[in-house]
T-cell receptor, first 112, second 112 residues
Framework: DVKVTQSSRYLVKRTGEKVFLECVQD?????MFWYRQDPGLGLRLIYF???????EKGDIPEGYSVSREKKERFSLILESASTNQTSMYLC???????????FGPGTRLLVL | GDSVTQMEGPVTLSEEAFLTINCTYT??????LFWYVQYPGEGLQLLLK?????DKGSNKGFEATYRKETTSFHLEKGSVQVSDSAVYFC???????????FGTGTRLLVSP
């Protein structure tokens, strides 16, 4: 079974803090994704990566950056957390050329 | 651009009732279509998919038929259970096929 894990299920941070969300997949997938999920808005793509050290902006990249130093790991970074970044963050992975994505359990982030 | 429209929820049903969750799409060509499900406290998981027009995807008693004439992919189940309570997302790959476009999700609540 594909397994995608995220470093934290719940996180509370203060405005202005730098926040790291980690995602690890164990299926040697080329593609990895970060989404945020908000009520009434569904899932919105923040960034994705199709290879090590490669990244592309999604629909809402502002205020975020990413890092992919190893194939299995994809990190989402909030450089200076703000209250409007309070959300559920979901990581996903998929193989190159494949359409199915496999999701982690999510990290619920609260920024105070 | 490609998009997916789902019916708003919540959908509230009694156990053993018939379920329909509507999904329509706008896309170039005939992409694959997906239904993902998110159980409480978890990430998304693929429920079913259809890769071409007139295909029927099915899993766990759920079905959806790819109808190009009406650009629809409605999710149905003949008899829902309390354990089906979840949020259901319709999705399609965008023209680059590396990303998925999700609907806003429909919450289903099934009572005993």
């Amino acid at each position: 079974d594909v397994k995608v894990t995220q470093s934290s299920r719940y996180l509370v941070k203060r405005t202005g803090e730098k926040v790291f969300l980690e995602c690890v997949q164990d299926m040697d997938h080329e593609n990895m994704f970060w989404y945020r999920q908000d009520p009434g808005l569904g899932l919105r793509l923040i960034y994705f990566s199709y290879d090590v050290k490669m990244k592309e902006k999604g629909d809402i990249p502002e205020g975020y950056s990413v890092s992919r130093e190893k194939k299995e790991r994809f990190s989402l970074i909030l450089e200076s957390a703000s209250t409007n970044q309070t959300s559920m963050y979901l990581c996903a992975s998929g193989r190159d050329g494949g359409e199915t994505q496999y999701f982690g359990p999510g990290t619920r982030l609260l920024v105070l | 651009g490609d998009s997916v429209t789902q019916m708003e929820g919540p959908v509230t049903l009694s156990e053993e009732a018939f379920l329909t969750i509507n999904c329509t799409y706008t896309a170039t060509g005939y992409p694959s279509l997906f239904w993902y499900v998110q159980y409480p406290g978890e990430g998304l998981q693929l429920l079913l998919k259809a890769t071409k027009a007139d295909d029927k995807g099915s899993n766990k008693g759920f079905e959806a038929t790819y109808r190009k004439e009406t650009t629809s992919f409605h999710l149905e189940k003949g008899s829902v259970q309390v354990s089906d309570s979840a949020v259901y997302f319709c999705a399609l790959p965008n023209t680059g096929f590396q990303k998925l476009v999700f609907g806003t999700g429909t919450r289903l609540l099934v009572s005993p």
